[in-house]
């Protein structure tokens, strides 16, 4: 039996009391990470776990490279076929939109205006930065009081001009009261002058097509987010539906966006996927809070690069109803995620004396120095594979080898030479700076209260949660049994779901009737596009009076502020199969069962610690710190003080002794 065989031979026999669902097929979820592709397949009471390297220039490899993996996990030999044939849904969500939006690596667009000016959109230095990356220059306006005549020579020469720049890409967005009125006059405008079906033409996209908002900036802002994501996206994804189709899917890809649903791709905007992997990290939060009564859970999804942070407060996933996207207010509601600079693979350096962690990674290529893939910089897993916590033969589920060598002379070279200290010594303090970076960027989320659970995922999450959590001030911990695809398994919480939104035609019941009939013959199309009937889903309406929602309940209109317009929200959900989470914890416990001991140094001193295996663990597993907890795909470090107990689930819970 090959190394990956046999780690993905043991996840299969721990993960199998962990969730379940409801139907007859299996739920396959997939997180499209920058270095790791994460795939989580839940088959009834089992759940199966792999991961594929993520090949960025062919998403599609490491997205089929994954499945058939995990078709060797479940039935002993690769059978994609089998597996896809047998699966009810297919969710997925990706970081390339976030990636490519971080790097400014996308599309040059133009930005053509009418009543309103560049400026509106840049008033801050943070919308100054991100408008110079995506548009620059390529900016052209319209006088919205010149006749048909005028208008149509004018916006025909200012295309030719942004298309001259550049651009290849032209983002339309009027202001004022007739914003769609005039968007749709330019449209018919535009369409005889540039037929998309001429070769070259450039895609012309219309903001009030995007979405519907009252705030001319923040709509023309959620625009050109979609319109620099879109491509790339689009490639991709219908790439990987069209091979899907060739084994005969039952039903289509399913893509996972950042408002915690899901929806096939012809009926996705790209700018929803933004930052979309995070969202199922909390959307399984949300899950575990429901599931062990945790009012107030604080989520830590620590991977290579970042440490993307959410919070769950009395079973709501912490959201802006209108979310930022690199710090521009859009017209979208989006989980409210942090990603804080410092992960796995965060670069370790020594700057004026002092220890300076991240924001710079080194990734999955080269990777942190022990990789031995050329990396020469320290990362902090090379400080604890120094430390002893991290043993090469079990690394990763054995698959990829480390070297402790290589990683000593990173430490040596780039910390231990700099501060004088030994290499056991700098690895030592690198662990308290980045656990101390880790807690800070905690606390500046939000406030640390007594009631505060820290949920530790994501391949680096549980690796020294315990330090991390008594620099936060923090005294419980849960690291789900499913922690290193943690994001993939959330995303199996996701039903399918569209939101749509007008104006209120009148401030009355009347108008509020006749909103609401607007929207629900939109949603009657959406979802029937989706494959489902109107009646068989679940309708739910609010008002929004400026960044409040208020709901509706009959045809009795809410009260509203003075002089706010009011917009109907209309959200028709379809529920389909989905995970679920099983297990709890204070039964009568067990005493845990070691696998050995590991020789770990922690506070410059050497130690025999005991090894638990999290697989050979059985429901109520306990015992005290300080230990080492290690599963095929994470390793964690209990300190002193600290106490496991293991369900039968698989899932841990960290607490002070």
Request: proline letters at 3%.
């Amino acid at each position: 039996m090959n190394a990956a065989t046999e780690a993905d031979s043991l996840v299969r026999s721990r993960g199998a009391a962990s969730a379940a669902k409801a139907g007859s097929g299996k739920l396959i979820n997939i997180d499209n990470g920058g270095t790791l592709t994460d795939f989580c397949v839940i088959d009834g009471g089992k759940v199966y776990r792999t991961k594929s390297v993520t090949t960025p220039y062919d998403l599609s490899k490491c997205f089929f490279d994954g499945l058939r993996k995990a078709s060797a996990a479940i039935y002993g030999q690769e059978d994609l076929l089998q597996l896809l044939l047998s699966t009810d849904h297919i969710r997925y969500s990706t970081t390339q939109g976030t990636n490519a939006l971080v790097e400014r690596k996308g599309q040059r667009l133009g930005l053509l205006l009418c009543g309103l000016d560049a400026a509106t959109l840049q008033t801050d230095a943070q919308q100054k930065d991100v408008f110079a990356g995506l548009v620059g220059t390529r900016v052209a306006t319209l006088d919205a009081k010149a006749d048909e005549a005028a208008l149509e020579v004018a916006a025909t020469q200012a295309i030719n001009k942004l298309a001259s720049e550049g651009a290849n890409r032209i983002v339309i967005g009027f202001g004022g009261a007739q914003r769609e009125a005039g968007e749709v006059r330019l449209k018919k405008i535009l369409l005889k002058k540039f037929p998309p079906h001429l070769l070259g033409a450039i895609p012309l996209l219309y903001s009030h097509e995007v979405v519907q908002d009252e705030d001319d900036a923040r709509r023309v802002w959620t625009a050109l987010f979609n319109a620099f994501l879109h491509p790339a996206m689009e490639r991709f994804l219908y790439n990987a539906e069209h091979r899907l189709r060739e084994y005969k899917t039952k039903n289509p890809l399913l893509i996972f966006r950042n408002d915690g649903a899901s929806a096939r791709i012809s009926r996705t905007a790209a700018v929803k996927t933004y930052s979309s992997g995070p969202r199922g990290g909390a959307e399984g939060a949300r899950a575990l809070a429901a599931h062990y009564g945790f009012g107030r859970l604080l989520g830590m999804d620590i991977g290579g690069t970042t440490t993307d942070i959410s919070l769950v407060e009395q079973g709501n996933v912490t959201t802006e109803r209108r979310g930022h996207i690199e710090g521009v207010s859009t017209s979208l509601p989006l989980c409210k995620v942090v990603s804080a600079g410092v992960g796995g693979s965060s670069i370790i350096s020594v700057v004026d004396g002092r220890i300076k962690v991240g924001p710079e990674s080194v990734g999955g290529a080269p990777g942190p120095a022990c990789f031995g893939l050329g990396g020469t910089l320290a990362t902090i897993t090379d400080a604890f594979l120094v430390l002893g916590l991290l043993d090469p033969a079990s690394f990763f589920g054995g698959e990829l080898k480390i070297d402790v060598e290589r990683a000593r002379a990173a430490i040596e070279a780039n910390v231990a030479k700099p501060l004088n200290l030994s290499v056991e010594a700098a690895a030592d303090a690198m662990q308290q700076a980045w656990a101390q970076k880790v807690a800070d960027s905690l606390k500046a989320y939000t406030k640390v209260t007594p009631d505060t659970t820290l949920a530790a995922f994501g391949g680096a999450g549980p690796f020294i949660a315990c330090k991390v959590a008594e620099a936060a001030g923090i005294s419980q911990i849960i690291i789900p049994g499913l922690a290193a695809v943690f994001s993939a398994f959330g995303i199996g919480f996701s039903d399918i779901a569209h939101e749509y939104e007008a104006p209120l035609a009148s401030a009355d019941a009347a108008g509020l009737k006749a909103t609401r009939e607007l929207l629900l013959e939109r949603a009657r199309r959406g979802m029937f596009a989706e494959g489902f009937e109107l009646a068989d889903c679940r309708i739910e309406t609010w008002l929004q009076a400026g960044d409040e929602l208020v709901p509706v309940e009959g045809d009795k209109l809410p009260a509203l502020p003075k002089g706010v317009q009011a917009a109907m929200v209309l959200k028709a959900t379809r529920v389909i199969a989905r995970a679920s989470l099983a297990g709890k914890f204070g039964g009568q416990g067990k005493a845990a069962v070691a696998a050995g001991k590991r020789s770990v140094n922690t506070g410059g001193k050497a130690a025999e610690l005991p090894l638990y295996r999290v697989e050979d663990q059985a429901g109520g597993a306990q015992a005290q710190g300080p230990c080492v907890l290690e599963e095929a795909f994470f390793t964690s470090r209990i300190d002193a003080g600290w106490r496991f107990e293991i369900n039968e689930s698989g899932d841990i819970l960290l607490s002070r002794a």
